[in-house]
């Protein structure tokens, strides 16, 4: 999720008050050595995807009502690759022929036999920030990531396991044009039920299986959307079947942002080398306003009890105090004077700041003089057939009627309903993201009741495992294996904590988001254990002992000496909603 420009501007302006477990890695050496002698035997990736789309003799969805939407797959400004079928375009949100309003998508199907009647929808976040975002540097079929030289073929696309649709909404989004009248998730589920009925049948896909993911933001938006699916009770349009949501924002802003952020800080000490007199009165000041208290007493497995509806640091009337709300302002600000490249986003990144063609490589916009960003150029527009509107990765605009979204925290209604009827949720976060706080999420599920109970039971331990991929990985993108965090399931909720990842997962972990969307479709029916990708069956794993989880949790007791284990949660700053393109 990215942050508007305003909130950045003015955060960046501001002053600071003041200035396990073991893993278990397979013979790594030897893995390093294959990899080598794979680069040097490999063909280019850009072969290797002209390969995969020459196999494909007839498109799968190519017909009178969806020709005008087709994409020419060797036509992709800079793509020097064949990217295969795909469709992009707008829709209504509405049945009646007079609606102005329509939504941008682009769709790519699968050739995975797997992937059968069955669609995932992808959501970025903001409110406003667009989901090509998340086609472009997560987890479309070719990624263009920051600091790089060109667009690669991604061997971590999500359309390699399903067919997968990415969508710029609320209306106000991207290219996604009309006149922005929602005034709530519900109002932002109901266009979207609209413009999802007019794509079914445009495509002809009645009775496919839907899943929804998203990040950031999106922890509103998707668990909305797949609730009012649900309550349609119509498997024709909207059969609602799991539901992902990345580092998601599913409680009040106070328990994803300042309420744990000053232990996110200690956890990670060494991101945060601030001086002896800044620590002191950030403790003091969290003291003060009863956020370490808060934590320990509430972020405890079972739940002791509901957490009561007025927060820690606020005043008669619930709002939160200014000095309160600081410390979390204050610990960016003065991290950015220490580290100019800060990215709030994955809170290890240092300088120099690269060139994104998004425009965002960090925590702030930068444009290098004669750069243009990526789908505001004319000849993206045209091969994708997008409107000739000048593209922002999150909207100048409003998307909510007076910039404000009137609905409850996902927590409270939609998302247990979801868990509740699917038995297929999962909640990921990264481990390094400060834009919304791990434990921040944990709090939020455990002030959430489902399946009857109120949070989970027992602490997250369990070994969060990605599977070994020397086959399937290339040096253009690169990601990880082993044990890569902690994962746990409790009545039809999975929870993962991931580790070395920032806000988007798929970005930065893009291995780890490919077995969590394996886990999601039902390919794998485990995150713990050593079972290989799926479209990767023959890559060697790991025979050792496993142990327990490594990404920061939250902590089981209110024991001060487990202050060591601490992490944190959510972002958006008083005031203001920042989020990035999400992001």
């Known amino acids: 999720m990215r942050w508007a420009p305003l909130v950045l501007s003015l955060l960046l302006s501001a002053t600071a008050t003041t200035v396990g477990a073991s893993r278990s ?104 920030c667009s989901s090509l975002e998340g086609l472009l540097q997560e987890n479309g079929p070719f990624v263009w990531q920051y600091g790089t030289f060109k667009p690669v073929a991604n061997p971590w696309g999500w359309n390699s396991l399903t067919n997968v649709i990415w969508v710029e909404q609320p209306v106000g989004t991207g290219f996604s044009q009309g006149k922005v009248t929602a005034q709530n998730e519900e109002d932002v589920a109901a266009q979207f039920l609209g413009f999802w009925k007019n794509f079914i049948d445009t495509f002809s896909m009645q009775g496919y299986k839907v899943y929804i993911a998203g990040e950031s933001y999106a922890g509103l938006y998707c668990p909305y959307i797949a609730s009012a699916m649900l309550d349609k009770k119509d498997n024709t349009y909207y059969n609602m079947s799991g539901l992902l949501i990345y580092d998601p ?39 003060k306003c009863g956020y370490t208290d808060y934590v320990e007493k509430y972020l405890v497995y079972p739940p002791r009890g509901p957490a009561p509806s007025k927060l820690p640091g606020t005043d008669a009337s619930g709002q939160t105090l200014d000095d309160c709300w600081g410390i979390y302002n204050d610990i960016f600000n003065a991290i950015l004077l220490l580290n100019p490249c800060f990215d709030i986003y ?24 004669g750069a243009k960003i990526y789908f505001d150029r004319p000849e993206v527009k045209k091969a994708i057939h997008a409107p000739n509107i000048t593209w922002t990765t999150c909207a100048d605009g409003d998307v909510f009627v007076k910039g404000r979204d009137r609905s409850d925290p996902s927590n409270v209604r939609a998302l247990p309903h979801v868990i509740d009827k699917t038995q297929n949720v999962i909640i990921a976060h990264g481990a390094l993201d400060m834009v919304l706080l791990a434990n921040g999420t944990l709090l939020g599920i455990q002030n959430m009741t489902w399946g009857g109970k109120l949070g989970f039971q027992h602490r997250p331990t369990e070994p969060f495992y990605v599977p070994y991929n020397v086959d399937l990985t290339t040096t253009e993108v690169l990601a990880a294996g082993g044990v890569f965090g902690t994962t746990h399931t409790e009545r039809g909720l999975t929870y993962v904590g991931i580790d070395l990842s920032g806000h988007m997962v798929p970005q930065y972990a893009p291995s780890a988001a490919y077995r969590n969307l394996e886990f999601l479709l039902g390919r794998v029916s485990c995150m713990n254990c050593t079972v290989p990708f799926t479209t990767d069956k023959s890559a060697p794993q790991s025979t050792q002992p ?18 060591a284990r601490r992490s944190a949660p959510v972002s958006r700053v008083r005031g203001f909603t920042k989020e990035r393109p999400d992001a």
Not at 268 to 277: K, Q, S, Y
Not at 355 to 367: E, N, T
Request: aromatic share 12%; glycine share 8%.
């Open 346 to 369: 994955q809170v290890a990144t240092t300088c120099p700041l690269l060139w994104d063609v998004l425009g965002f490589p960090g925590s702030m916009f930068y444009l290098p003089t």
């Open 546 to 563: 496993l142990g327990l989880g490594t990404a920061p949790q939250g902590w089981s007791t209110g024991s001060k000496t487990c202050k």
């Open 249 to 287: 924002v599913i409680a009040k802003d106070e328990i994803q942002e300042p309420i744990p952020v000053l232990q996110f800080t200690q956890y990670w000490a060494g991101l945060f080398p601030f001086n002896d007199t800044f620590k002191a009165d950030l403790e003091v000041r969290d003291k």
């Open 25 to 128: 890695f397979a013979h790594p050496d030897r893995i390093r050595e294959k990899l080598n002698q794979r680069k040097l035997k490999a063909a280019p990736a850009s072969d290797h995807h002209e390969v995969l789309s020459r196999a494909v003799v007839k498109p799968q969805f190519l017909n009178s009502n969806t020709s005008r939407f087709a994409v020419n797959g060797s036509a992709i400004p800079d793509v020097d690759f064949d990217v295969g079928e795909s469709y992009a375009g707008t829709l209504p949100i509405s049945s009646d022929p007079k609606e102005q309003s329509s939504l941008f998508w682009w769709f790519f199907p699968s050739t995975n036999p797997a992937a059968k009647k069955e669609i995932l929808i992808w959501l970025n976040g903001g409110p406003g």
